[in-house]
């Protein structure tokens, strides 16, 4: 069974400050991978997503993410956050052959933003 | 064009009770998931449909049921509530894109908070 590894559970960086949020997952054919996030109290919005093309993805909010098909990654980034990038996000992973209802999900990883 | 919309967005139950959870999605969408989320633990798929009348377990189905007899809805029953399924309850919905690919992205919607007593 496939499965999806983020490194860390909860990371607190200072306004301005870079971030990574790694994600790696399991599954050996070709996959589709997406992050999410949820702000405090907020529904699960999608950040970016990649399904083939350009390993290089851009999504909102200034956010981008790399596919290492060789290293199984696809890990977050952001050059410079802010305050409000305080939430929780999650990585996952879905098998063209399992269908898009059949997301598989990390266990998340919380993000602290100090002014 | 309201999306993904589930309530109640927030129920306490008494175990044993048991209690259905509305979701409903205007988008015409073929496929739709329900998932649990636990503390440390991310999403878990509980139930899938990829059409009206058609459903099938996902990870974490014991205790629950589904049904679809619409497009548009797709209820999650509880029932006989145990105090391990007090969890936050995401319903998604996603469009197939078709000739058998499934590409496309899930769209969830606000959530279920629902306590076990």
């Known amino acids: 069974a496939q499965s999806v590894s983020q490194h860390n559970h909860h990371v607190i960086l200072s306004e301005a400050a870079s971030l990574e949020l790694g994600c790696n997952y399991s599954?050996?054919?070709?996959?589709?991978l997406f992050w999410y996030v949820q702000y405090p109290g907020q529904h699960l919005q999608l950040l970016l997503k990649y399904f083939s093309g350009d390993p290089l993805v851009k999504g909102i909010k200034g956010f981008e993410a790399e596919f290492i098909k060789s290293k199984f990654s696809f890990n977050l980034r952001k050059p410079s956050v802010q305050w409000s990038d305080t939430a929780e996000y999650f990585c996952?992973?879905?098998?063209?052959?399992?269908?898009?209802?059949?997301?598989?999900f990390g266990k998340g990883t919380k993000l602290s933003v100090i002014p | 064009n309201a999306g993904v919309t589930q309530t109640p967005k927030f129920q306490v139950l008494k175990t044993g009770q048991s209690m259905t959870l509305q979701c409903a999605q205007d988008m015409n969408h073929e496929y739709m998931s329900w998932y649990r989320q636990d503390p440390g633990m991310g999403l878990r798929l509980i139930h899938y449909s990829v059409g009206a009348g058609i459903t099938d377990q996902g990870e974490v189905p014991n205790g629950y049921n589904v049904s679809r007899s619409t497009t548009e809805d797709f209820p999650l029953r509880l029932l006989s509530a145990a105090p391990s399924q007090t969890s936050v309850y995401f319903c998604?919905?996603?469009?197939?894109?078709?000739?058998?690919?499934?590409?496309?992205?899930?769209?969830f919607g606000p959530g279920t908070r629902l306590t076990v007593l």
């Open positions: 996952a992973v879905n098998a063209p052959g399992a269908g898009s209802y059949q997301l598989t």
């Open positions: 998604a919905s996603s469009y197939s894109g078709g000739g058998g690919r499934t590409t496309d992205t899930q769209y």
């Open positions: 599954y050996g054919g070709t996959v589709n």
